[in-house]
């Protein structure tokens, strides 16, 4: 069983950066981030395998964020630059076997932290 709690959310005006982390309570080789917009689907934003050799993004946030990790401290962080009104939506992150942007791959979920970008 892993636990992970995410932080970091909060409030900004477009053009605006926020970084979010995750904390696990364990050692799983992929970590993920992912949102969900009010009625929307949950998307993959960014996942990372081990030390972060390997990434995959979203086309949506390619050049904007950043999908890191830290595993002194088992957190895995998402800077997230040049935000946009549409980034808004619930942030969470998640672990599993598998790095894809496939949420029905990953085994463990955080609680969500919010993301609100204003225009």
């Known amino acids: 069983q892993v636990q992970l709690v995410e932080s970091g959310g909060g409030s900004v005006q477009a053009g605006g950066s926020l970084r979010l982390s995750c904390v696990a309570s364990?050692?799983?080789?992929?970590l993920g981030w992912f949102r969900q917009a009010p009625g929307k689907e949950r998307e993959g934003v960014a996942t990372l395998f081990g030390d972060g050799i390997f990434t995959v993004y979203a086309d949506s946030v390619k050049g904007r964020f950043t999908i890191s990790r830290d595993n002194t401290k088992n957190t895995v962080y998402l800077q997230m630059n040049s935000l946009l009104p549409e980034d808004t939506a619930m942030y969470y992150c998640?672990?599993?076997?598998?790095?894809?942007?496939?949420?029905?791959?990953?085994?463990?979920w955080g609680q969500g932290t919010q993301v609100t970008v204003s225009s």
């Open positions: 998640a672990a599993g076997p598998s790095c894809t942007l496939d949420s029905a791959r990953y085994n463990y």
């Open positions: 364990g050692y799983t080789s992929c």
